[in-house]
């Protein structure tokens, strides 16, 4: 898992783990090989111009129309053509349908189009073998206008399904195709980026566009991110800071340690994020199959009863069967086949422009029925940046520096917020501190190691109450009260010092808080801290339900609890500490910028760590929901109209639907499905 910082006290020293991952993703889509829409389309147009010229509409002579001797072999022969080529992606996507036991978009557009063309054929047989007196009609006209409509539709929707990617090329495009590699003699080579390694030495100039994760081993410079992590001011990073592939360089020459090639590469995983979003079916997309599904059932028995119906009432195949072809062309329900797909996309990509990552689709919908949202304090409410306020040693024989010496030797393996502020502030006070032996983690609690031999240990409050040492019980409420974070530090028998740490509450927290609540949500605070701090900071945002001294499994049987009341539950976390509980919650936030985001157990990433982008993430999944259901009324009410109206239940008032109307009435229910789709905004 990619992990960002752990909740800060209650394990405070996990160290962060990078396994990487190779996405594979399917692309689960009707047109994914049935051709090129757009070739066809004007191919096909070649075709049909003909037939339109040389055939009737309906059985009525339009303005244009003329015929001559042959004329109509030359539509027969033209109208084949079209109906094997043009008709082959509805041919083949209805086979596949049908192989799968599930009738859809596609059977019903084949459907139409064969009923169209084996009805023609039959109509020719009868106009110039049969002895048969009168004329019947043919349908070469409504074939070619049919399947140009269904091309055109087809075309419209793969090029909006396929700009919905383009957030995707856009990251793509930011990393550069080749890389100025440092050699072993320190020449410079530029190799292609396919071939760079792991632990390669990359030199990366002013304005150039950073080739790979890495970490800096010489230089020093600003970074632009913007693009990579949505964050606008550049940022300052100098010797053994980490930077994102795909990043621009700012005003220095920088030498980069490469940390990840390839698939592991951040961009490369918010890519395949991105990608596997948009290809993810949503129940709601299923609904949609399921409705095409009734709707091809609808469709046929219309078109048999109607058949029927008219056989009996005139006894004429003629009419019966133009009926049938009218049904089965009018009922093809593209409009509700773009219904969902377009809205998604629409939303994947606007999700990916704001910094949020979609990776399951299935939480847009949850969200619409989230009852509570349990937030981690550290690094999600708080920044994550901690200064030291005051230490103080207990110990007769160790100064306060030497004190801040053992914490600062112990912290100095650990990359934790908290050790980094301890570190950092040793080093402004320019205390020396040792290498320290044997340090390990001591789950929910701190760390443990020796330093010159002898053994130490970093603790909660909590460890020290569970553990029977004495402690100065007025200092340590005085310090927690003031919202610090407070750690001991004890030998085998006592507690010998005590340093505290405070953190800034972001300034969109208490903006987000308060939004939560006009939603009706219920803000809840789960954190590793202890109860003095988290109350102070849960008092300062507006946060009435608080859980401090959490043990990692603490908050995910907390999460269980309120689901087993039967209510929905958001959770918002940062790190490996939270993974448990971004798994068990009905959806998981993973918040973090940069490299570590949380890939594995969130549901939505939100790539800037900006609390608002939770507010962002609600209601982008309220206007997606609404335009989905829009879109599925519009897809659907139409061929609810439509179908009757072509089997000719209004005929005794002279109201009949042709094929051609149908299938003008059909587009431009495509587009009104298509334009709403493109009408979801987030602001």
């Not at 001797?69 to 080529?85: C, E, H, K, N, Q």
Request: net charge negative.
């Amino acid at each position: 898992m990619l992990s960002n910082i752990e909740e800060h006290h209650h394990d405070p020293h996990e160290h962060r783990s990078h396994e990487h991952h190779d996405h594979h993703h399917e692309h689960d889509n009707h047109a994914h090989h049935h051709g090129n829409f757009k070739v066809k389309f004007f191919v096909s147009l070649i075709f049909a111009i003909p037939i339109m010229i040389l055939s009737p509409m309906m059985g009525v002579q339009l303005p244009f129309q003329f015929t001559f001797p042959g004329s109509d072999w030359i539509v027969l022969i033209l109208a084949t053509i079209l109906f094997f080529y043009g008709g082959q992606p509805f041919l083949s996507g209805a086979k596949d349908e049908m192989a799968s036991k599930k009738p859809g978009m596609m059977t019903l557009v084949a459907l139409g189009i064969s009923v169209a063309y084996i009805y023609s054929l039959y109509a020719f047989y009868m106009n110039h073998f049969s002895h048969a007196t009168g004329h019947t009609m043919d349908f070469f006209w409504e074939l070619a206008t049919l399947i140009l409509i269904m091309l055109l539709g087809h075309w419209i929707e793969m090029n909006a399904v396929g700009s919905a990617g383009d957030a995707l090329k856009k990251m793509a495009a930011l990393l550069p195709n080749t890389a100025m590699k440092v050699t072993d003699d320190d020449q410079r080579e530029e190799v292609n980026i396919a071939d760079i390694e792991m632990d390669d030495i990359v030199e990366v100039k002013a304005g150039e566009s950073i080739p790979t994760d890495g970490i800096i081993v010489r230089g020093e410079t600003a970074i632009d991110e913007s693009l990579v992590t949505g964050e606008s001011k550049k940022v300052q990073k100098k010797q053994h800071d980490t930077v994102i592939g795909g990043s621009i360089n700012g005003n220095g020459t920088i030498q980069v340690k490469v940390t990840a090639v390839g698939e592991a590469g951040y961009l490369s995983q918010v890519m395949g994020l991105v990608n596997q979003a948009q290809n993810d079916k949503s129940r709601a997309e299923l609904l949609s199959d399921k409705v095409a599904g009734y709707l091809f059932y609808f469709a046929v028995s219309v078109g048999v009863i109607a058949f029927i119906a008219w056989m009996l009432i005139q006894n004429e195949i003629d009419f019966a069967l133009e009926r049938l072809v009218t049904v089965l062309v009018i009922a093809c329900p593209h409009a509700l086949g773009l219904a969902i797909p377009l809205v998604t996309a629409r939303s994947t990509s606007i999700g990916a422009h704001h910094g949020l990552i979609i990776k399951n689709r299935a939480a847009i919908e949850t969200a619409q029925h989230i009852d509570y949202v349990m937030m981690d304090k550290t690094g999600t409410l708080t920044e994550g940046n901690f200064s030291v306020n005051h230490y103080e040693s207990f110990h007769e024989d160790m100064s306060d520096d030497g004190v801040l010496s053992l914490f600062a030797s112990l912290e100095s393996q650990s990359n934790h917020p908290l050790a980094t502020g301890i570190v950092t502030f040793a080093q402004s006070k320019n205390i020396a501190y040792t290498q320290p032996q044997d340090v390990q983690n001591i789950s929910g609690v701190g760390l443990e190691g020796k330093v010159g031999g002898q053994s130490y240990k970093i603790t909660n409050v909590s460890y020290l109450e569970q553990n029977g040492f004495d402690y100065d019980q007025a200092l340590f409420t005085k310090l927690a009260q003031q919202g610090n974070s407070i750690s001991y530090l004890i030998d085998e028998t006592q507690v010998v010092g005590i340093i505290a740490q405070g953190d800034q509450i972001k300034d969109s927290s208490k903006q987000m808080v308060t939004d939560l609540l006009a939603k009706g949500i219920t803000p809840v605070m789960l954190t590793g801290d202890n109860q003095e701090v988290a109350e102070a900071v849960a008092k300062e945002l507006g946060i009435h339900d608080v859980h401090a001294q959490l043990m990692p499994e603490d908050k995910e049987s907390i999460i269980k609890a309120y689901q087993s009341k039967g209510k929905k539950v958001m959770m918002v976390g940062d790190g490996i500490n939270d993974a448990p509980s971004l798994i068990r919650s009905d959806i998981g936030i993973a918040i973090g910028a940069g490299t570590d985001v949380a890939v594995d157990s969130g549901d939505i990433i939100l790539v800037k760590s900006n609390p608002t982008d939770i507010i962002h993430f609600l209601t982008l999944s309220n206007r997606t929901m609404r335009k989905m259901i829009q879109n599925l009324w519009w897809g659907a009410g139409y061929n609810i109209v439509a179908v009757p109206l072509a089997a000719g239940i209004l005929a005794s008032i002279g109201l009949i639907l042709s094929p051609a109307v149908g299938a003008i009435l059909m587009s431009l229910s495509t587009v009104i499905v298509a334009i709403n789709a493109f009408t979801l905004k987030l602001k």
